[in-house]
């Protein structure tokens, strides 16, 4: 193959390489318009008391089903009693007694949050878990719809989201709250 057909060859490659990236130009679908992307709070939601709330991810170690426990003699009424969770000793507490009510759902859909920090590690009894929840942050109140003093002192405010009000509760407030912390009946 002499040198001029070498040449008329890469030539011919070229134009081809040429013709197919103008061929994909033309039925390329434009870039996706710019939206402005909204940034979201998640947490972990549940029930409690016939409303909705939400703990801050960091603050919730895990979920569980309820396990069995033994009762414990001379503890306040809201602590159920406590439960072996792999080899650790959970106290577990009712949260709807602790603030004067009642669980209000069938044993199977209830559900122990674990706390988890330095000084504590307890389980709290709620009606049921919805599992991690995202929401806009221009969702948030800082004011609740209800007033219900014994929740406040552990509320953060609100996100209404489609009507649904998810009010903040801090695990962090309950933790450092000096009833909670002392469970022995007085």
């Known amino acids: 193959m002499d040198s001029d057909q070498a040449a008329q060859q890469s030539q011919q490659a070229f134009q081809t390489l040429v013709n197919l990236a103008l061929q994909s130009r033309r039925s390329a679908k434009g870039l996706p318009a710019q939206v402005d992307i909204t940034p979201h709070w998640s947490g972990i939601g549940f029930e409690l008391l016939g409303r909705r709330f939400i703990a801050p991810m960091g603050e919730v170690s ?5 396990p069995y426990y033994t009762r414990l003699p001379g ?8 439960a072996n969770v792999r ?12 603030m004067g009510d009642r669980i209000h759902t069938a044993r199977k859909q209830q559900r122990i ?28 109140s800082p004011q609740l719809s209800y007033q219900q003093e014994t929740m406040q002192a552990f509320s953060d405010g609100c996100y209404v989201v489609d009507g649904v009000e998810w009010t903040v509760f801090s695990p962090a407030a309950l933790s450092a709250d000096a009833q909670f912390l002392n469970a022995a009946q007085n």
């Open 62 to 66: 895990e979920m569980l089903e309820v």
């Open 87 to 98: 080899g650790r000793l959970l106290p577990v507490c009712d949260l709807a007694v602790f």
């Open 75 to 82: 503890v306040q009424p809201w602590v159920r009693g406590v």
């Open 113 to 140: 949050l674990v706390l988890e920090t330095e000084d504590l590690y307890t389980g709290l009894l709620v009606d049921q878990v919805f599992g991690m929840q995202h929401f806009p942050v221009d969702t948030f």
